[in-house]
Structures are given as structure tokens and as C-alpha cells.
């Protein structure tokens, strides 16, 4: 048997550290040839390590939440064959045969002493004393059972609980197998000193939970706090009413969903904001502060922010001016689908010039939304509400909707901002010019 090390692999593109967010593997596990021993996380994108080689594990490198330069151990196997670690050099069985010869010396032999006399057998020791009762068990010596145990307790005891207004979790039980007898009951009330609440729902709470903030938490963190700390940020708030929107998008399903898909609010937005760019390019761009250089796109990489079980991710619709609503929207929805599932590949989650955020039915009336650094803006996007307004002197219902635009106030001046954000209303208050050169 030979010992195998994996190393942490080049994951090309000049990344140097990772970090390891989850292992699907323990020491004493037997790995087979490709199987995924651990996943790594770097710039938001997940990658998985598989093993070359079959074998069992000996000892994890790191454990989640480690970040991990390339070249360090990660792994390691044990292994039929020599492996690729030379074995650590084991005692000469030589040298053992030797200590166990007896040493020769040139003088007489000392003389064998004599073993010490055995003890004497000790009187049998007094029977112990009759077990006491579990309910005799001073209910404070029992600890508290961890969050998401169930205590145990005849009905009796939960409904005297429940009247009360005892939380029944944080009662510790000195009957058989923690049981919550009617004295642990009255232990627990005497203890507290206080009176019983009024309602059962009127109960003091200490527990408390940890959670380590790792991997996707973490480059969320990371990537926020070094946002607001060098983008000085200003928002912007505009109101559209998108009825008429609204009415041609269901005109356009009707029509089109089984051909060519269901349009959602979002590819109509991408495609306002690919013709209000065309007069506005000082917000299609990214500013590298540290050389000061902004660069300005022609094409339109639109970050679509997606929220994960994991945390939100930011998605890339590629050129986004060379697609039109249909073929935005599939792209969406594929590369939605890929974020969720943690298929979204390096080069998907990178490069955006500008990002679309929407909260959907919780869009709020207004948000602050935070700009994807390094670009300059961010369109954040409300929800969609009836409400009575004026036209021509007639109080009529219509759909409306609050823009919440962010930008980079070093590189897109206040007024530069706002002619943005009213070229974006202009065009989806009359939807007809989405489809017009």
C-alpha cells in the first residue's frame, strides 16, 4: 500500500487561492476513480476536485470555510501501488530482535528477585445503596436538550405547561429518558422566580445559533462592503406607468408563448435599457479607480441578479443588444436555472457592464440597490401596483411601477442619471418604440 496526495489544482485564469465549501468525502471513506471529493469556490463560481486515483481517505486537508492556495495539500489517499509519497521510513525489525535480546555482561549475573507477594483479597465491599428514583434528580443538574429536540411529557404535563405559558424545550426532565414530570414543572417556575405569563406565547427565549459565514455568504460580503466602500453612491426614483406595457406583453403571449416563449417584465426592461444606452454610454461602462480609467461598452453584458438557496448570484445576458425580447428571455431563463442549481459556469457570473435587480411582488415602493463593482450603474426594479390616477381630468386605474437606479457618482453625474433613467420610462410608457429602430 502506498500513500497518494491530491494537491489543489490550477483552476486556470490566474487564480491563485480558493475556498472549500463543502467535502463530499470523510477519512475512512473509499473513493473510486472521479468521484467528487470536494467543492471550491472561487469568484462565485463552484468547481468540483475529483480524485485521479482510487482509494481510501486517510486525513482532509481543511475543513469548510478554509481559503486554500493552489498547490497545497487537499487530500489524502491511501492506495494500491507505491502511490506518489515516499513512506515515512518504518523501525528496522532488525533493531526490535535486538532489545529483545537479553544484554550480555562480563560480570556475574545479578540474581532474579522475587516477585512481591500477591494482595491480600480485600473484604467484600458493602452492596450499594438502592438506586434513587429518577424523579428524585435535582432538575437543575439535568442540561437543557439541544435546539430541535423534543422534550418528553405525558399530556397531562404539556397541557399544564401550555397554561403556563411554560416553553416545554426549555425544561429539563428528571424522569426516565428526560422525561418532564409535574415537579420539574414547578423546579422550572421556582426558579425563574416570576409569575407565569399571562399567554402561552409570552416566554423568555436564550438560545441562540452560529452560522459561519462561508463560500457564497462570504464572496456576497465581500463583494458588498468593497462596493460601498469605494463607490460613492447616489439613487435615483422614478415612477412609470407600464400599462400599456403590461397590456402588450399579454397581447404578445397570446400570440407568441407557444412559438417563441412567455415574455416576462424583465426582457422588455433589458431590451429599454440596450436603445436608452445607445444615448447614454457613460453608464454602460466599468471604472477601474486604481488606474483611473473608466471603459465604456458598446455591447450591453447585462448582470441579471438572481437569488439562490445559497445567497444571490449575478448571472450574465451577453449581449444583450443583439437579442431581441424572445431571445432574452430564454437566455434568462437558462442562465436563472443554471445559478439555482450551481451549474453556472466561471465565464457566466463575470464581465456584466451594467446589472438588472428586481424583487418582484416584493419590489417595495422604494431600494437602495447596490452597484456591481467595478460598473457604475445598477436598475433596480419594483413591483407592479394598480392605483387611481388623473388623466384628463378623469380619475382612472392604471399599473405602475418605481425604477430605484443606482450610480457611480465619480464617473455619472446626477443629471447624466437622471436623462437615463427618463429614457428608459419614455420607451416602456410607449411600448411600440421597443420594436422600432
Not at 437602495?368 to 386605474?397: K, Q
Amino acid at each position: 500500500m502506498g500513500t497518494h496526495v491530491i494537491k489543489m489544482p490550477d483552476i486556470g485564469e490566474g487564480i491563485a487561492e480558493v475556498e472549500l465549501v463543502e467535502w463530499h468525502v470523510q477519512p475512512g471513506d473509499a473513493v473510486v476513480e472521479d468521484q467528487v471529493l470536494a467543492d471550491v469556490m472561487t469568484d462565485k463560481a463552484t468547481v468540483e476536485i475529483p480524485s485521479p486515483v482510487k482509494g481510501q481517505v486517510v486525513s482532509l486537508g481543511g475543513k469548510v470555510g478554509d481559503v486554500m492556495a493552489v498547490g497545497t495539500e487537499l487530500i489524502r489517499l491511501e492506495v494500491e501501488g507505491a502511490g506518489n509519497v515516499a513512506a515515512a521510513a518504518a523501525p528496522a525489525p532488525a533493531r526490535k530482535a535486538e532489545s529483545a535480546k537479553p544484554v550480555e555482561s562480563a560480570g556475574p549475573a545479578a540474581p532474579t528477585p522475587e516477585p512481591p507477594p500477591a494482595p491480600k483479597p480485600s473484604p467484600p465491599a458493602a452492596p450499594a445503596p438502592a438506586e434513587a428514583p429518577t424523579s428524585a434528580v435535582p432538575p437543575a443538574a439535568v442540561a437543557p436538550r439541544a435546539p430541535g429536540e423534543k422534550p418528553i411529557a405525558s399530556p397531562a404535563v404539556r397541557r399544564r405547561a401550555w397554561e403556563l405559558g411554560i416553553e416545554l424545550q426549555f425544561v429539563p426532565g428528571s424522569g426516565n429518558a428526560g422525561r418532564i414530570l409535574h415537579e420539574d414543572l414547578d423546579a422550572y417556575l421556582a426558579r425563574r422566580g416570576t409569575a407565569a405569563p399571562v399567554s402561552a406565547h409570552l416566554v423568555e427565549r436564550h438560545d441562540e445559533q452560529q452560522v459561519q459565514v462561508i463560500g457564497l455568504r462570504r464572496r456576497i460580503a465581500q463583494k458588498m462592503q468593497e462596493a460601498k466602500r469605494r463607490i460613492p453612491h447616489f439613487t435615483y426614483v422614478e415612477e412609470i406607468d407600464v400599462t400599456e406595457l403590461e397590456e402588450l406583453r399579454a397581447r404578445l403571449n397570446e400570440r407568441h408563448a407557444q412559438a417563441r416563449g412567455r415574455l416576462t417584465l424583465l426582457p422588455l426592461l433589458a431590451r429599454a435599457i440596450v436603445l436608452a444606452l445607445r444615448e447614454h454610454p457613460q453608464v454602460n461602462a466599468r471604472f477601474d479607480d486604481d488606474a483611473g480609467v473608466v471603459t465604456r461598452y458598446g455591447a450591453v453584458h447585462l448582470g441579471v441578479a438572481t437569488q439562490t438557496d445559497g445567497g444571490l448570484m449575478v448571472p450574465v445576458l451577453r449581449h444583450a443588444e443583439a437579442r431581441d425580447p424572445w431571445a432574452c428571455a430564454a437566455e434568462i431563463l437558462r442562465l436563472a436555472e443554471a445559478a439555482r442549481s450551481g451549474r453556472a459556469a466561471r465565464e457566466e457570473l463575470t464581465g456584466s457592464t451594467i446589472t438588472i435587480t428586481s424583487l418582484g411582488p416584493l419590489g417595495g415602493i422604494v431600494t437602495t440597490p447596490v452597484i456591481n463593482y467595478p460598473e457604475v450603474a445598477i436598475v433596480g426594479v419594483g413591483r407592479i401596483v394598480e392605483r387611481p390616477v388623473i388623466r384628463d381630468g378623469l380619475v382612472v386605474a392604471r399599473r405602475l411601477m418605481n425604477l430605484s437606479s443606482s450610480f457611480d457618482h465619480r464617473v455619472v453625474d446626477g443629471a447624466d442619471g437622471a436623462y437615463f433613467v427618463q429614457a428608459v420610462r419614455s420607451l416602456l410608457e410607449s411600448p411600440a418604440l421597443l420594436f422600432v429602430e
